[in-house]
């Protein structure tokens, strides 16, 4: 963690924020380090993060996706960026990525396998609305042409199990689904309180629809506006400007159409400036709105 993922990690951070026209002196307020380490970071050989990341067997594409996900969460807020540094560690953990680059240097622990048994599948069986979750993820995960429509935000899915009046009783993906080369890819199991902005879309959509208890997040543009047109789906339009000085604009942007609306499956945020589209699909049950995505994949891959 400390010698070969989080120095590479920062690096690729400090690099997205930099691109994205961030001062030296806000990225490193943003990280928490010196202007200087920024520095050294922004003038890091690229080509050397990758191979140390390849060495703990991470590839280049998902050191990129990592480092896109943390910089997306580190403007948000510092929190949000620890979540879900935690969840792509405590993946790999699970995982047993890591195990030959530790067994390398201890060949004592070839027969280790505490951190699969810690953080993987088998450390828990998930229950109730976590299982429903849990199974909706796995559909995404097989499906060859659901990335086609993941937006480059990545992907979550929130389930709200019982009443639910805060983003805390939401049943939502940590650090969210992301794409690794053809596939989906969760970065962790379901979890309470893993959700703030999909959470509170939910919770708002709730408030006047009891019967919708799921939502997903898509990517969203003309093709997908063809398939949502076949497949029949009424829609809620909503975005184009968003209000300043609240926690979520986009969530306070869509607040009074949803009050004022009853009959829609799935929400359109038009996007505007700095946000990107996005389709909001609705439904009662996280399965059943995963295998929904899926057929829309297929239609947009055929259109």
Not at 154 to 159: D, E, L, M, P
Not at 185 to 202: C, D, F, K, M, Q
Not at 249 to 263: C, F, H, L
Request: a positive charge; aromatic letters at 6%; charged letters at 25%.
């Amino acid at each position: 963690m400390t010698e070969a993922f989080l120095p590479s990690m920062r690096a690729l951070v400090a690099r997205r924020l930099s691109e994205e026209g961030d001062s030296q002196g806000k990225i490193s307020r943003l990280l928490g380090i010196t202007q200087a380490s920024v520095s050294n970071y922004l003038s890091a050989d690229l080509h050397e993060v990758y191979s140390k990341l390849s060495s703990i067997g991470i590839t280049p594409e998902e050191g990129e996706r990592y480092g896109s996900l943390l910089a997306e969460d580190v403007k948000k807020n510092p929190v949000y960026a620890v979540s879900t540094l935690y969840s792509i560690w405590s993946n790999l953990l699970g995982k047993g990525i890591l195990c030959g680059f530790h067994r390398e240097g201890y060949p004592f622990l070839a027969e280790c396998d505490v951190c699969v048994k810690m953080f993987g599948p088998s450390r828990s069986l998930p229950i109730g609305g976590r299982d429903q979750v849990s199974r909706a993820v796995a559909l995404l995960e097989s499906s060859r042409s659901f990335v086609l429509i993941m937006p480059e935000v990545s992907v979550n899915i929130a389930y709200a199990e019982g009443e639910a009046s805060s983003p805390e009783e939401v049943i939502a993906i940590p650090g969210r689904i992301v794409k690794v080369g053809s596939y989906a890819r969760s970065l962790s199991r379901p979890e309470y309180g893993a959700s703030s902005h999909l959470a509170r879309v939910l919770i708002q959509v709730r408030a006047r629809r009891k019967d919708v208890r799921t939502a997903m997040n898509l990517r969203f543009d003309s093709r997908v506006a063809a398939v949502i047109r076949r497949l029949r789906l009424k829609i809620l339009r909503t975005g184009g400007e968003y209000p300043s000085d609240v926690e979520d604009p986009i969530v306070e942007g869509m607040k009074r159409r949803v009050a004022t609306s009853k009959e829609y499956d799935a929400i359109i945020d038009i996007g505007g400036l700095g946000v990107e589209p996005s389709l909001y699909l609705l439904g009662s049950d996280p399965v059943k709105l995963a295998e929904l995505a899926i057929k829309m994949s297929r239609e947009y891959s055929a259109s």
